[in-house]
């Protein structure tokens, strides 16, 4: 088994980044050696420090499915033959980011729509936007593959930018707080990429437990045998349907995978 979990909302709280309240379901995953892999709309420099207050070193997906990290030390070199950065193999799922900010751009130009993404603001005004200290806020802004932006025109222009930039080969994805546009991939599309390359690593096709929050995190909740969802603060999980069983948790973000991951480990 291998747990594929969202961060923000779902392992850290929606408001504070805290993921206290999960240790012990963490320690008990760690004891148990289940691999836990983040995939989650941060970048690979967040990811990488979140796993040093963890401490763990595991295998991660980061900007919504656009990029796939190995560790060197435990995973051969994929026949994709990607460049290794910070002992980590990079394998690129989804597209290069200033292809796609220069893209929005162009069309921002062309049909007057409003809207602010992480090119436009300040490091201020990101901090402002999401609270995250300005050590973290600097590494969210270091994106590889992907532009979250906060929408500020109607949502009939919204429907119509979505629809652009779709058949364009774009994927627009709903986060917590921002939407999010990249390449042709998603959450579900990488972690099971993962889970071949696991199965190929001398394991066998591992069962999926996985947990989110939010819109962005229905591909990965549907492969996946045991689809958590964590409650949030600030919006209610959209019907849908998926392979295997749908878990509602009763309490908040960290809180809430704690005790779904301990109640899982049980059976
Ligand atoms: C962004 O992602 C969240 C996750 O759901 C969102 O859309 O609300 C990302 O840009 C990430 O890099 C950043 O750390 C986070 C901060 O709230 O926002
Ligand atoms: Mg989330
Ligand atoms: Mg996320």
Redesign the pocket.
């Known amino acids: 088994v291998i747990v594929a979990t969202d961060?923000?909302?779902t392992l850290l709280d929606h408001h504070d980044y805290s993921w206290q309240a999960a240790a012990p379901a963490l320690q008990a995953l760690k004891e148990a050696e289940v691999p836990i892999i983040i995939n989650?709309?941060?970048?690979f420099e967040?990811v990488l420090e979140l796993q040093k207050a963890l401490g763990i070193v595991e295998p991660f997906i980061v900007e919504n499915g656009s990029g796939l990290f190995l560790p060197v030390n435990t995973y051969p070199q994929p026949d994709t033959r990607p460049e290794q950065v910070a002992g980590f193999w990079q394998c690129t799922l989804g597209s290069d980011r200033e292809a796609i900010v220069a893209r929005l751009h162009e069309l921002r130009e062309a049909n007057g729509w409003q809207f602010s993404g992480?090119a436009d603001m300040t490091l201020t005004d990101l901090i402002q936007h999401?609270g995250?200290p300005e050590e973290?806020a600097r590494k969210?802004m270091k994106r590889r593959f992907s532009e979250?932006l906060v929408w500020k025109d109607t949502d009939a222009a919204f429907a119509e930018f979505k629809a652009q930039l779709e058949a364009e080969g774009y994927r627009i994805l709903k986060?917590?707080?921002?939407v999010?546009v990249l390449g042709d991939t998603d959450k579900g599309y990488a972690v099971t990429r993962f889970a071949d390359i696991f199965a190929t690593n001398g394991e066998t096709f591992p069962k999926i437990i996985a947990l989110g929050d939010?819109p962005?995190d229905i591909e990965m909740l549907q492969v996946a045998d045991y689809a958590v969802l964590v409650r949030s603060p600030v919006q209610n999980f959209p019907e849908f349907n998926s392979k295997g069983v749908q878990i509602r948790t009763s309490a908040f973000g960290p809180e809430g995978w704690n005790e779904a991951i301990q109640s899982l480990l049980q059976h």
Do not use: I, M, Q, V
């Open positions: 961060l923000d909302g989650t709309s941060k970048t967040e992480f999401t995250l973290n969210a979250p986060g917590g707080r921002f999010h939010s962005n």
